[in-house]
């Protein structure tokens, strides 16, 4: 049985670890290697059994919470099968129940990102947008939008769900209590 003081910071250097890696390949390959997904899950598997049989059932729920609605999101398109996989990785090495929370962070940081991009295509063409108001009306104006080209391509969500995560661990540590 682990310490408590070296269960945190082995989570805290695996949650950072495997989301910076997989945010860096989501970044700039568009994609999340099966592998670190694999290895994500495994180790936080590990870690969890090495605290007892209640930290390994919290890593199996924390998985199942975290990885559970990637899935969903995957099936709608609204991600890739790589970000659903590393959030069975994320979710295991978070447990339960700080892996409802490292996906809400996440997913608040890629929402408040896509905002952002919005924000700064609508300044971008807001002369011509102006123009067509006045000219063609709002559907004119509407059609003349144009959003960054970052968009076309999508968003590296594995980037944001690992700044959750790692959020969700800062929070638990400055809030002084474990997850």
Known sequence: MLNEHAFAILRGLAVIGVGGLAGGFDVRQRRV???LSAVGLI?????AALQGWMSLGGAAVGAAM???PMVVFWLCGWCGAGDAKIGFALGAL?????AATGLLLGTVSAGAFCALIIVYSLARSAPEVWRSVRGDGLL?????????????YGQPYALFLGVGSVAALLLTALAGWGG
């Open 33 to 35: 290697p099966n592998a």
């Open 43 to 47: 180790v936080g598997m590990t870690l």
């Open 140 to 152: 004119g104006a509407w059609v003349r939008v144009r959003v960054n080209p970052v968009w076309g």
């Open 94 to 98: 978070l447990g339960f129940p700080l």
């Open 66 to 68: 975290f990885g559970g």
